[in-house]
């Protein structure tokens, strides 16, 4: 999500054979592959700042750059924006240049309070050029130069950072300063790079893995200076701090795939960020939900009288796990329908129906004519969508982002546990607005759902066994996978990851459905994923869900059950136990589901396939 890259060179020198921009535009070239929708470089030179940035690729900042070309530098950042505050525009791209011109930031991640900060700076007499968040902080850290830092960057970035809620990376550098670059991270990856009277930063060591692989990993809210021949790194109170050296062994392909084997072994990595940076800024002053997205009248949600949820293949999936949240907090009948189904079958929908629309892209064909025909109709429709700008969430009346960054792999893994987050945010907000639940149990669910992206960072830390099971399974022709209530979905989307990227059989069914049928495809050998839910939920489900691994496992099938930690009860009939952190039974997905995940891309690794790139499969399906 974002690539940023930062590079001081030797101050005086111009014997090298690159300047600045030479570097900065390579690393946002490197850096393109985590998605963007904008990008900028800003250089310092001859006691000024000077930038250029540009909706759209770094293509058209290259055409920028060759009509209006930048000096020559040895101190230079740039930036590739994936738009969270503010659409995808010339305004809304970074870098922001503030104090006169003479102070330049880029910005990765979310600033919670950036309202609040907006609206004390404008009381001050400042003024605002962009939608942004990011000129919100940048406007600060000018402020705090000028009149409490005495003009020192590193003191007015403390400072700055010290004012500002959420996640974020910040790269800043001043006319002042034709020396440094000064840089905070809370929460949003930075990472230093070490060369020979010259460093770098970047958002990841593709930013600079063409000029050196020597780095230093920074800690959490930690600030770091940079000059030609050295880094400084202290805590937002200014104590200083060690970074941990390492040395970068992946060429620069990998790097772009962050070490990992394939985008989406990479992005299920990512997921525990994709959650906690969906959960960001949601919440008021008070402590309340607070949607900023959803402009929809509250006296109309109050109204809603149904809900019906659409979305094609793994949206549909965490449409139906929304389902189950949604008329267990509201109380309001909810329905699923595969968007290509919904219009032809003249759907009962009016002004008191409420549509949620789930995309990854926003570009969806089939959903975005659904949502079409829902509005002709009179519904409300609430797109849930990973694009800023694209065509379902200009087309809804509202809009729920998540901040999953870019998924590059065909097969869905992070935007599947987004959407689900996003479809719980809206839930809840529903239910606050509605008087369904009050107020102390909205803030018990919320600090559960707090605590998911560490949970789901257990799991991914346990992976190997998993990866032994889908390298150890790699000849198998046919799996299946079995669920109950919210475990239902994650057996659909378990079945539909494998078929997607190993291309072979696999069925998801409701555990309940065992006796009416698929219990006949059960034979010696067969391998078949239990999802079980919690047995501190209903004990009535969780012990029927225990009969039916009984029964496949008393007719040969091998059992990989999914179950909480300590649950003991499924030791006795499971040939594998994969075990995940304790969680309320509505959230369980966001932990059931990354196992079911790291199975399918192992197992299709094995057999040779590309899992990025499946065939026949596109990322955004844009026909009907």
Known sequence: MCGIVGYVGQPGAVDREYYALDVVLEGLRRLEYRGYDSAGVAVVAEGAVEHRKKAGKVAALDAELEASPLPHSILGIGHTRWATHGGPTDPNAHPHVVDNGRLAVVHNGIIENFSELRSELSQKGYNFVSDTDTEVAATLLADHYNKDAA???????????????????????????????????????????????????????????????????????????????????????????????????????????????????????????????????????????????????????????????????????????????????????????????????????????????????????????????????????????????????????????THAGPEIAVASTKAFLAQITAAYLLGLYLAQLRGNMYADEIADVLDELQKMPEKIQEVIDAEEQVKKLGTDMSTSSSVLFLGRHVGFPVALEGALKLKEIAYIHAEGFAAGELKHGPIALIEEGQPVFVIVPSPRGRDSLHSKVVSNIQEIRARGAITIVIAEEGDESVKDYANHVITVPQAPTLLQPLLATVPLQVFACALAGAKGYDVDQPRNLAKSVTVE
């Open 151 to 401: 003009r020192d960057l590193t003191v007015a970035m403390r400072l700055t950072s010290q004012r500002l809620e959420g996640a974020f990376t910040l790269l800043a550098v001043h006319a002042d300063h034709e020396d440094r670059i000064v840089a905070a991270r809370r929460n949003s990856p930075l990472v230093i790079g070490l060369g020979e009277h010259e460093n770098f930063l970047g958002s990841d060591v593709s930013g600079f893995i063409d000029y050196t692989k020597q780095a230093v990993e920074m800690g959490n809210d930690q600030i770091v200076t940079i000059t030609a021949e050295g880094y400084e790194i202290t805590d937002f109170e200014g104590n200083r701090a060690e970074g941990r050296p390492f040395e970068v062994k992946w060429d620069a392909a990998a790097a772009e795939k962050g070490g990992f084997s394939s985008f989406m072994d990479k992005e299920i990595h990512d997921q525990p960020a994709a959650v906690r940076d969906t959960l960001l800024g949601r919440l008021d002053e008070k402590g309340r939900l607070s949607l900023d997205e959803v402009h929809i009248d509250e006296s109309v949600l109050r109204s809603v009288d149904k809900i019906v949820v659409i979305a094609c293949g793994t949206a549909a999936y965490a449409g139906q796990v929304a389902r189950y949240a949604i008329e267990h907090w509201c109380r309001i009948p909810t329905e699923v329908e595969l968007a290509h189904e919904f219009r032809y079958r003249d759907p009962i929908v009016n002004e008191k129906t409420l549509v949620v629309a789930l995309s990854q892209s926003g570009e969806t064909m089939d959903t975005l004519m659904a949502i079409r025909h829902a509005r002709e109709q009179g519904a409300k429709v609430v797109a849930i969508c990973n694009t800023n700008g694209s065509s379902i969430p200009r087309e809804s009346d509202a809009s729920l982002y």
